[in-house]
């Protein structure tokens, strides 16, 4: 496969772009190579600069649940963005799309923002306004974004190349922040025992995502909901991943457990810059103006993004029946195919990955163990094979609407001669 112009294209962009790249993961430094420059992306395939085609399972981290460029969506952003691209001033839209939120999660009133990032770091600025605590309880390799307080011991990109302690943030942040152990339910009753009444939120995702796909342990979700409740923290689910994938009411919705707020971002965009936080009514009228957490945002509710993004909701409700079922399917298509290749693999419906590991982790101890340059290998025999899966063991493969059968059927075949010999 010739990559000519993408390397071309990378060594002029690592002059004036940190790496190369806009987002670490891309770098491909986990991997080995040159990142693909991507001229497009159609259904399931994505064309790099060089004219080579391959079928895509990053889908642009997970927003893309339609397929690149589905054509509905591609529609009512060109009809939106025709009318104006940012007004800094309420449109109906906005209403419409936090209705949908609220419609499909339970939650009660949601405010739009812009990135994932800036949904989980909202969510526990709120948390410390709603109970007056200062101290936050996330998990190991679990990730909700590059704010200060939440790059403490975090996955994706930072249990590559980077830290899971990025520098640059300030020690006196990180102290208010405390670290349990995903799917361990007794390191966040240590937690809570040692600092009484001082603990704002456990932020969770609920299906963890970022260091590799690890589900809860049965009853971990409904555990945290009742030591939350008894200690009066709040329980923040970063659905940010799992928003409208998991199901179309999230994870919270598959495991029949409520948090006090959700951080949404990726699907609920559509494929453009768009995320939430949202919750209970008396939490979320804490918020500016109503109330004294401030939040805000010129490109907030922007009116381009929304219309991508309550497209896309109203394509999953209106045909969730069919979408959701099939992607299960093709999930599972995939699974069999890296378990029959001697990997072991986690899933839950369209998110799922392999790991080139003994097991299949269920915490971020297990995760550790994987054989990082086995994965390197896979990737880049798959990369060959003209499959584009994450650059790095520690993510997620994220399965689309757009996935034909064909092309399923073609990475099953894939996967067991780039898996050969490996483990
Ligand atoms: N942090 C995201 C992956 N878990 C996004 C990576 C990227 O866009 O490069």
């Excluded at 002029?12 to 190579?33: E, I, M, N, T």
């Excluded at 054509?71 to 449109?91: D, I, N």
């Excluded at 209705?99 to 994932?116: D, P, W």
């Excluded at 297990?366 to 060959?384: E, G, I, N, T, W």
Aim: aromatic share 8%; hydrophobic share 40%.
């Amino acid at each position: 496969m010739n990559r000519t112009k993408s390397k071309k294209l990378f060594d002029r962009a690592k002059k004036v772009l940190p790496g190369g790249v806009d987002s670490p993961v891309r770098a491909f430094r986990a991997v080995g190579g040159t990142p693909l420059f991507v001229s497009r992306g159609a259904g399931d395939t994505l064309e790099d600069a060089d004219g080579n085609r391959y079928i895509d399972y990053v889908m642009s981290w997970g927003p893309l649940i339609l397929g690149h460029a589905r054509k509905e969506v591609v529609k009512a952003v060109r009809k939106a963005a025709e009318k104006g691209l940012s007004f800094g001033a309420p449109t109906g839209r906005e209403t419409r799309l936090a209705e949908a939120i609220c419609g499909a999660s339970g939650a009660e009133m949601a405010r739009l923002v812009n990135s994932g990032t800036e949904a989980c770091m909202s969510a526990i600025r709120l948390a410390r306004g709603f109970t007056g605590r200062d101290k936050i309880v996330k998990f190991e390799g679990c990730y909700h974004g590059h704010s200060d307080g939440l790059l403490v011991k975090a996955g994706s990109g930072c249990l590559t190349g980077a830290s899971p302690d990025s520098a640059g943030v300030p020690a006196a942040y990180a102290k208010e922040t405390l670290v349990a152990d995903y799917n361990d339910i007794g390191s966040v009753k240590a937690l809570f025992e040692a600092n009484k009444g001082r603990i704002a939120c456990v932020i969770v995702e609920p299906i963890a995502a970022n260091m590799g796909v690890v589900p809860p342990a049965e009853g971990f979700l409904q555990a945290l909901r009742d030591v939350c409740s008894r200690e009066g923290a709040l329980l923040v689910f970063d659905e940010v991943i799992t928003g409208f994938r998991a199901a179309y009411g999230g994870a919270a919705a598959l495991y029949g457990v409520m948090p006090d707020l959700f951080a949404f971002g990726k699907i609920v965009g559509g494929g453009m810059p768009l995320a939430a936080y949202a919750g209970r009514r008396e939490i979320m009228e804490c918020v500016a103006p109503v109330g004294k957490v401030y939040q805000a945002g010129t490109l907030s509710g922007n009116p381009v993004a929304t219309a991508a993004g309550l497209k896309t909701l109203e394509i999953l409700r209106k045909h969730g029946e069919e979408i959701y079922p099939a992607l299960e399917e093709k999930g599972a298509l995939l699974e069999k195919a890296y378990r029959e290749a001697g990997v072991p693999v986690n899933r839950v419906g369209s998110l799922l990955t392999p790991f080139f590991s003994k097991k299949a982790p269920a915490c971020y101890a297990d995760v550790q163990k994987c054989d990082l340059p086995a994965f390197a290998k896979y990737f880049s025999r798959m990369l060959q094979a003209g499959i584009y899966v994450a650059p790095s063991q520690f993510e997620a493969m994220f399965v689309s609407a757009a996935h034909t059968r064909e092309h399923i059927y073609k990475t099953c075949a894939a996967v067991r001669r780039a898996c050969e010999g490996l483990l």
